[in-house]
């Protein structure tokens, strides 16, 4: 919401600065985004007070030399005309017509003043300098508003009204100061120029002026040339009509057009100006139909049947049943006649019954529209609109015809209408006012201030509310109030945001002022903090996954189905996601199931900026539960790797890339420090889509659970589950999602089960006993994963082995077809001995027998 600081004057005295005021307004409660100056100290080009100043334009001459230029006589209060060379259009209408009766009002910059440049694409400022041009000395100018700074129109100059004073500098007649506030739901009331300055002067205690609203209608009784049939009245709780007639379409007058141009809309004629400054001035959104173009002038309010369509003033045929095609979830209310859809309710008009050029008579409406009806069909028609914006928020229910008032007397003032008498009044759901009881007790428990009855309904009265101070008189009111009375207050029309005494108490706090309320401490001890486990080790695994490299990314909990196909197509499936109802965009319309594809997306973007990305999400899963409403939300851990493994270095040594035994490394630290070691395993992937088959496994945690039937109660049997996948890309995947290298890795891990089973650390003194390092070189099978060769060993070493270390991997003709070698560094020791050799062979031959008996592998000489 943009408020021009001189609108805002009209109707609140305003004597604090721009800061000032900004400061007031953000504490009050209305977030001052921006100020920002316009001709002013503090703008990007302040206009000099002697040397940028209005000017009339007393005749315009032709150019000697140039048919596209004139030459304009101006008196700028100077003491003789001067001559000024333009090429404006729109002064060319008035060459050669000798002195004006009526001269114009313009903008004369003279020599030396510093304007925008109006030929310029961006933003340049330059210096007026004198210079002939085709042999007439120019050394002054008249100025558009792209040179002075307040809009980017440069078809001509800027034409002030009649009465503007000459001589007068510029910025002391339109320098301008506009407030961006950020307006959030609850603050609806703020969206017009007369809800801040009753926000303005409750807060700074001036009194709130209300513009006049004398309307002269000389025209014929409306009584039977137009009316309203409101099918819908829950979703239309009132609906009002006025009728101007003899309508002259034109330009609207300067100041106008310069206020809704600060105010940031677009001036287009008289008629649609007005429509839009009352609904910036009272916050009541009107419309105008062309009279004409409307049946009999009845109107009829009522759902969309299937099938209607509708052209609306954009240009575009709108479907208006809902489904995939419209984007509606519901039928949209419309505003028809006999011939059917005049408009879209509250969200855009039709082009049937547009106001033209040719237009003579507006029937103009102003309607109060159900909130939620409003914001549905907006969004699911795309068609967000200054109107909408205030509908959605739910406006004012008396504004109706207040708002007609206001502007049917513009219309006939600037449009020279002629106003039916009376007007169209449909209230079938008339304002419901509410009553509170507010006693200084509830407001002291709130906010912690003591204030008498009296001064709490002081705090009120100025922002709108009806305050009545009553003392404990009775013994009712005794019994329920206390002795120091209460204020019953009436709830204004236009605070339906206002339903709770907590409301009431925000209200006083904002006008008391939030910095004179009281620090205070709570009166009981803080309770002890109590960390949960499971988020205690979420976050030690994101730290020691950034300890490892990687950079942590937060990507969309939502995705469409062409994400999840880039990664995985079987798995695209729209049936097996959780849908929103209302997804901000279609693109985001389905609750992941899996981390890859957002992750596998965001490493692409990384990788084309970098040639080295690491990265890493934790976050939730949406897993639909059949019978159930809402779906199982597990976390997962997902990482992504890609690009060389070092980074770039004098030598020029070759870098390889980053791949599966990166990927496993980085999972086997984190693993480890869950307590995880020991009950890891990974089993070959060969069936997974996402992945290269032969490089890629299943992460196997092991889990113990009731043996049924054991011989011994309670005795523990050991099984192993899935909790993740991880290997490389497969080529199919890494084209799909455009990734700019040859290789890729991922991995996808179930983190509730890796938090589950998680241990905490274990402390052992340093040993006191040396340790003994043997080799041990077998031969086994090709198809033995190398992960069940170093389970088999640790088992048969028992607690004696410390460390186990594979460091060579052989397969060939020495040791036969489909059979591999495998030599590892076996580190022993014992905590209260040192070991000997009997029993390190004893181990050893543990170890070889399991090897034998459970693999059928040979030791190799």
Known sequence: MKVPLRWLKEFVAVTLSPAELAHKLTFGGLEVAEVRYVGLDGAELPWDAEKIVICNVLEVLPHPNAERLVLARVDYGGPEAHTVVTGAPNLFPYKDQGPLAHPLKAVFAKEGARLFDGHAEHPVITTLKGRPVRGVMSDAMLCSEKELGI??????????????????????????????????????????????????????????????????????????????????????????????????????????????????????????????????????????????????????????????????????????????????????????????????????????????????????????????????????????????????????????????????????????????????????????????????????????????ARQIAELLT?????????????????????????????????????????????????????????????????????????????????????????????????????????????????????KITNPNTPEKSYMRRSLLPSLGNALTLNLRERERAMLFEIGRVYLPVAGEALPHEPRRVALALGGPRQGEHWSGAERAALDFYDLKGIVELLVARLGLNGRISYAPLHDDERFHPGRAATLMLEVAEAASGAPRKGRPRSNSIPVGVLGELHPTVRTRLELPIARAVMAELDLEQLIAAASPPIFRPIARFPATVQDLSIVAPVAIPEAQVASLIRRGAGDLLESLTLFDLYSGAQVGEGKRSLTYHLTFRAADRTLTDEALVKVRKKIIGSLEREIGATIRG
Request: with cysteine; proline share 8%.
């Open 151 to 452: 809009s980017d129109e440069h078809e001509g100059i800027l034409i002030l009204e009649g009465d503007a004073p000459v001589g007068v500098p510029l910025r002391d007649f339109m320098g301008e100061v506009i407030f961006t506030l950020e307006i959030t739901p609850n603050y609806a009331r703020a969206l017009s120029i007369l809800g801040v300055a009753r926000e303005v002067a409750a807060l700074t205690g001036a009194p709130l002026r209300l513009p006049q609203l004398d309307l002269e209608a000389a025209g014929p009784p409306l009584a039977g040339r137009a009316g309203v049939t409101l099918a819908e009245p829950d979703l239309c709780p009132r609906f009002t009509l006025g009728l101007a007639e003899n309508v002259q379409i034109g330009p609207s007058p300067q100041w106008m057009q310069r206020r809704l141009i600060h105010a940031g809309m677009r001036p287009i004629n008289n008629v649609v100006d007005i429509s839009n400054y009352v609904m910036l001035e009272w916050g009541q959104p009107t419309h105008a139909f062309d009279y004409l173009h409307v049946q009999a002038g009845q109107l009829l309010v009522r759902l969309a049947t299937p099938g209607e369509r509708l052209t609306t003033l954009d240009g575009k045929e709108r479907d208006l049943t809902p489904g995939p095609s419209s984007g509606l979830e519901r039928p949209p209310l419309l505003v028809c006649d006999a011939n059917g859809p005049l408009a879209v309710a509250g969200v855009m008009g039709g082009a049937s019954s547009e106001v033209s050029g040719t237009t003579t008579a507006v029937l103009l409406e102003a309607a109060i529209w159900e909130p939620t009806q409003i914001r549905k069909t907006a969004r699911g028609m795309k068609l967000p609109s200054e109107a909408s914006r205030r509908f959605e928020r739910g406006v004012d229910y008396e504004l109706p015809l207040l708002a007609l008032r206001r502007a049917l007397e513009l219309m006939r003032r600037y449009a020279g209408a002629t106003i039916a008498q009376g007007f169209v009044d449909a209230y079938p759901r008339p304002w419901q006012t509410l009553s509170l009881d507010l006693t200084p007790a509830e407001v002291a428990r709130i906010l912690g201030v003591q204030l008498s």
């Open 462 to 578: 100025p922002l709108g509310f009806g305050c009545q101070v009553i003392g404990g008189l009775s013994m009712g009111d005794l019994a329920t109030f206390g002795d120091e009375g209460f204020v019953r207050v009436t709830v204004p029309s236009f605070r339906q945001d206002v339903t709770i005494l907590a409301d009431l108490c925000e209200e006083v706090a904002r006008v008391y002022g939030y910095a004179q309320i009281p620090t205070t401490r709570l009166a009981d001890e803080l309770p002890p903090a109590v960390q949960a486990p499971e988020l205690a080790l979420e976050w030690r695994t994101r730290e020691l996954l950034a300890s490892a490299g990687l950079s942590e990314l937060i990507t969309h909990s939502l995705v469409d189905m062409a994400l999840v196909a880039t990664v995985a197509p079987r798995a695209a499936i729209a049936s097996d996601y959780v």
